[in-house]
Structure formats: C-alpha cells, structure tokens
C-alpha cells in the first residue's frame, strides 16, 4: 500500500476508532506503523490530537481532523480515485488485446 493510500485509510477511520490498537488491526499495521503515521499527520496539522487528562485511562488520545485534514482527505482522495481509474483502463485494455489475440487464434 503506498504511503498516502494508508495516510488516506487513517484519515477516513479516525473518527471510528478508539485506540491505535483498534486502527492498526481495522488497517492491518503495526501499532508503531500508525503511531508514527499519526505524529506526522499531527506535525503536518491534518489532525488534532488531545489527550484525555481527566480519564482514568491516559493512554487515550482524541483525533479530530483539522481543516487542512479534510482538505488532505478530499485530495488524497481525488489522487486515489485517478489512479484506480488509470490501472482500471490499464487492465481494460490489456483485456481487450487479449481477447482480440483469442479471436484471431
């Protein structure tokens, strides 16, 4: 998965998550993987994170998207999209070559 396809996977789910345990094993990475990939989002100021200073619990964090988030998300998402379509005409086409080759055989 490239680098900004699990940047758009976290910034999708965050909303829905609880813990980065619960993200890591929703995306399939390591609890450090999405830590790291957290810290960056928050250093780039896609996502605010607060810490629950009053839960018994302090390990919890909240993450909320920025504005700068929703616009990265809607980016990302766009970038996403474009190059899903690009392999998706990519393979169509291999698809129609091959079926012309059947045709001629």
Do not use: H, P, W
């Not at 928050?42 to 920025?66: M, P, V």
């Not at 190059?83 to 393979?91: A, D, N, Q, S, T």
């Amino acid at each position: 998965m490239y680098c900004e396809e699990l940047e758009l996977s976290i910034l999708r789910n965050i909303s829905k998550v609880t813990t980065q345990k619960n993200l890591a094993n929703e995306l399939g990475y390591s609890v450090g993987k999405i830590n790291y990939i957290l810290k960056a989002l928050g250093d780039k100021g896609l996502l605010k994170i607060e810490n629950f200073y009053n839960n018994k619990n302090k390990l919890q964090y909240k993450y909320l998207l920025t504005d700068e988030g929703v616009k990265e998300k809607i980016n990302l998402t766009k970038k996403f999209i474009a190059r899903k379509k690009k392999e998706y005409e990519e393979l169509e086409s291999e698809l129609d070559k091959d079926t012309k080759v059947r045709e001629v055989i």
